[in-house]
């Protein structure tokens, strides 16, 4: 491990807070490695996208618009949403193009281990959408892993009662592998292949 | 299968050996701590990576080393040779390769298959109730690929469930994955006692001469014996879960499911673990492993590796004869003893003398 530059360790150091890189030189120096404008056009590309991008006050998902795109989009039925846990698993299910639907984003899954409860998700606005706006169809897309089952499990108990129906994307997916990953036809069929839960 | 030949490097007292094996019976004598036990422990590790006798990979390592690498050649009927290896450095990750492609554990149980008979396996009898558990679960997951995914994610969900306990976050949404991927790990147990009850009894009556092994399986949850419908269990589960669920609130743990399930075993009908002697619990525990050794063998078409450790201490002549009699013509069978070699091992067999993690002679 070299010691010699700060300004390397302080990008090492920023790197290692992204999801699934760590303490990873290579990616540090594969940016050293590149030109000075390639370098400063990612740099600007992430200071853009903080300046820009927010979340919509709907749906929780990223936007450069409030509400966003989708939310704003008169052409997508509005009584069929579909509940994800990130806006990567939104995007994944809407270059699918199998659902017209609007979409939740839940910021999250159930993790007691991370000290994630109920109470840290946002399920308190999707109770007031599902009230206010005539909603007939809940689709609940967390991802085919134990902590999202169980978020699938605590929703279905909380939302049916409220008279709406309620259906868990089908276990067509690879076991274990997350949304994001699935690929567009898999997606597709497993949206279709819907079940009541 | 069979070993074709090891690569062994700073594992336990070896610090680098390597040698063919016999498609047959190898034997390993040598004085004890000469490293004839630890060549065992080598051999399953390779096959299912991970020790029989340690949870912990740091601890065999030897001791002037900071990381160990056992590679092998295996030959499958169906695959022809394959090469394997699993690495361990302090502080890294686990590395196993198949024909030096990254491999995950859980495909080393698909793949291959051993079987080990070691004198501390007396604990399966006398030991906490958490060792006859994890007999159960290495065995069955050797045939179940199904069983071992499914207690992966229980270990999950029951982290989960006790983290939830722990930090008073509403648990139900875990209890009842539990429950469901509970359900199923008890009925692929009940299944797996059943078909090697009989066989072990067998085992057990040929070898004592005369004595008879019962065991009972004791799940957490109680069910009455014979009701053993996935809807039977499910509601005893259930109803299991509600009793206790104040009392897990307070102790903050997870006190229903089979991690607390429990295996009695009894000889002539008394309570084994109270009143059995050491001989009798590792007499039971060689019948329990040989009845799994051909529950293997039968569910997975391949003749697993067969290790086994010192088990000539306990039998005289005539039933160690007899008992490897019942292995002729199976597959191939690894074994160590401290004293030479007894006349009967001879035929169809090669000898290994080792000396200080050394093989000094081959006969
Ligand atoms: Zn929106």
Known sequence: MFKSAGSVERLVNQLARLPGIGRNTRLAFHILKLSKEEAFELADAIHEVKEKVGFCSVCNNISETDPCQTCSDPSRQQDIICVVEDSSDAAAIDKAEGFKGLFHVLDGRLSPLDGIGPDDLKIKSLLERIKNNNISEIIIATNPNVEGEATAIYLSRLLKPMGVKVTRIARGLPVGSDLEYADAVTLTRALEGRQDI | ?363
């Not at chain 2, 092998?72 to 090469?83: L, T």
């Not at chain 2, 009898?125 to 994610?153: E, H, K, M, N, W």
């Not at chain 2, 000889?267 to 060689?286: D, H, K, M, V, Y």
């Not at chain 2, 201490?313 to 069978?333: P, T, V």
């Open chain 2, 1 to 363: 299968m069979y070993l074709k030949s090891i690569k062994i490097s700073n594992f336990r007292n070896f610090t680098s050996l390597r040698t063919d094996f016999y498609p047959r019976t190898n034997v390993f004598f040598g004085q004890n701590g000469s490293g004839k036990t630890n060549l065992l422990e080598a051999i399953f590790v390779l096959c299912l990576g991970r020790s029989h006798r340690s949870a912990s990979d740091a601890i065999i390592i030897n001791q002037d080393a900071n990381f160990y690498r056992i590679e092998g050649e295996i030959v499958k009927k169906s695959e022809g040779v394959q090469s394997l290896s699993v690495a361990f450095e302090k502080g890294g990750r686990k590395k196993i390769t198949l024909n030096k492609v990254p491999l995950k554990v859980a495909e080393l149980y698909k793949n291959f298959s051993a079987v080990i008979v070691n004198p501390e396996d007396s604990n399966i009898i006398s030991g906490p109730p958490s060792v006859r558990r994890t007999f159960i679960d290495i065995y069955l997951a050797q045939y179940s690929q199904d069983y071992l995914r499914t207690l992966v994610d229980y270990q999950k969900i029951l982290a989960q469930k006790n983290a939830a306990l722990k930090k008073e976050i509403d648990p139900t949404p875990f209890s009842e994955l539990l429950i469901e991927y509970g359900v199923s790990i008890m009925i692929k147990r009940i299944e797996f006692l059943e078909e090697i009850k009989d066989a072990t009894s067998g085992y057990y009556h040929q070898i004592s001469g005369g004595d008879d092994l019962c065991f009972q399986y004791k799940p957490s949850v109680n069910f009455n014996e014979g009701m053993v419908s996935k809807n039977d269990i499910k509601e005893a589960f259930e109803s299991c879960l509600a009793k206790n669920r104040e009392r897990e609130k307070i102790v903050k743990t997870s006190l229903v499911g089979p991690h607390r399930d429990e295996l009695y075993f009894s000889i002539n009908n008394l309570p084994a673990r109270e009143f059995g002697s050491q001989g009798e619990w590792r007499t039971a525990a060689l019948s329990l492993k040989m009845a799994v050794y051909h529950l293997l063998r039968r569910k997975r078409k391949l003749n697993p590796l067969l290790l086994l450790d010192e088990i000539f201490a306990e039998l005289d002549q005539k039933r160690a004869e007899s008992l490897m009699q019942s292995f002729d013509n199976l597959g191939q069978l690894f074994l160590t003893t401290a004293v030479k070699p007894p006349e009967f091992l001879k035929r169809d067999s090669r000898n290994y003398q080792i000396e200080k993690g050394k093989i000094i002679d081959i006969i």
